[in-house]
């Protein structure tokens, strides 16, 4: 990966009512499927109203940390994460219907009790959570909307990074990776323009390495298929002033 920051300079069209992705269905789900998405999403479903007061009450027991995963896909990352850390809660938002019922799918097999789900818009989420609540959030290769009319629909702008790092606290980190050289640039030229969210680079070529304990997600092993390079970057949340 080669980071193009030339196309940091571009403004995105802001505004909560920005459409950030396109279907949010694909094929009809299977009986199996459906009987999870009846069964199991009402009882870890995340309740938007309920985050704004306690977030960790969500979850059975009290989560040592509370970590949320934006876009997670199909769940493979998210749902190794929480069985590989069962003292941590796990938020996760996904409008994807098939990929939130491959995610229950995986708390099915694995029996994991620490993941609250959501199927609808990560920004709904960041926007209920109460200031300085979370240890870490995830965007993994988020949608790259490559061509340049449709780059105003990628999730990550300012109203985006400052939600973000409202939420984080002090010391704790978003994890984003990308295969789109343009997104990383597109990224890093907002980073730099604000002074909560400061990239964690120690070495020219940290970025090129995954982070301890990640986990290949679904998306990451079609992009390496199809021979892009993915990049692996920290922003740890700085305290203001
Ligand atoms: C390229 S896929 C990557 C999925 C997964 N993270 C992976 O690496 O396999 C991007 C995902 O972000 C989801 N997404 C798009 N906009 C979103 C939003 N506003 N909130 C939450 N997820 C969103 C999409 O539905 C899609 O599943």
């Known amino acids: 990966m080669t980071i193009?920051?030339?196309?940091?300079?571009?403004?995105?069209e802001t505004g909560p009512r920005r459409q950030l992705y396109g279907r949010?269905?694909?094929?009809?789900?299977?009986?199996?499927?459906?009987?999870?998405?009846?069964?199991?999403?009402p009882a870890l479903a995340i309740d938007v109203a309920a985050l704004k007061d306690e977030p960790a009450a969500l979850f059975s027991g009290q989560p040592e940390a509370l970590m949320l995963e934006?876009?997670?896909?199909?769940?493979?990352?998210?749902?190794?994460?929480?069985?590989?850390?069962p003292e941590i809660g796990y938020f996760g938002v996904e409008p994807f219907?098939?990929?939130?019922?491959?995610?229950?799918?995986?708390?099915?097999?694995?029996?994991l009790t620490n993941i609250r789900a959501l199927r609808g818009d990560a920004r709904e989420v960041?926007?209920?959570?109460?200031?300085?609540?979370?240890?870490?959030?995830?965007?993994?290769?988020?949608?790259?909307?490559?061509?340049?009319?449709?780059?105003?629909?990628?999730?990550?702008?300012?109203?985006?990074?400052a939600e973000v790092a409202r939420v984080l606290k002090q010391g704790c980190e978003l994890r984003f990776a990308t295969d789109i050289d343009d997104y990383a640039g597109w990224t890093l030229a907002?980073?730099?323009?604000?002074?909560?969210?400061?990239?964690?680079?120690?070495?020219?070529?940290?970025?090129?390495?995954?982070?301890?304990?990640?986990?290949?997600?679904?998306?990451?092993?079609?992009a390496l298929r199809e021979g892009r390079v993915p990049g692996y970057f920290r922003f740890r949340r700085h305290a203001l002033g």
């Open 70 to 85: 934006i876009g997670f896909g199909g769940g493979e990352h998210l749902a190794a994460m929480a069985k590989l850390h």
């Open 97 to 111: 219907l098939n990929g939130v019922a491959k995610l229950l799918a995986a708390i099915e097999q694995d029996g």
């Open 4 to 12: 193009d920051s030339k196309s940091g300079g571009e403004a995105p």
């Open 126 to 161: 960041l926007a209920a959570l109460p200031d300085a609540s979370l240890d870490r959030v995830y965007l993994l290769y988020p949608d790259p909307w490559p061509k340049r009319r449709q780059r105003k629909r990628r999730i990550v702008d300012d109203d985006f990074l």
């Open 24 to 41: 949010s269905k694909g094929k009809a789900l299977r009986a199996a499927q459906v009987g999870r998405m009846a069964t199991m999403l």
């Open 190 to 222: 907002r980073i730099a323009q604000q002074d909560t969210l400061v990239w964690c680079a120690e070495t020219a070529d940290d970025w090129r390495q995954p982070w301890p304990e990640w986990h290949r997600t679904r998306y990451e092993e079609k």
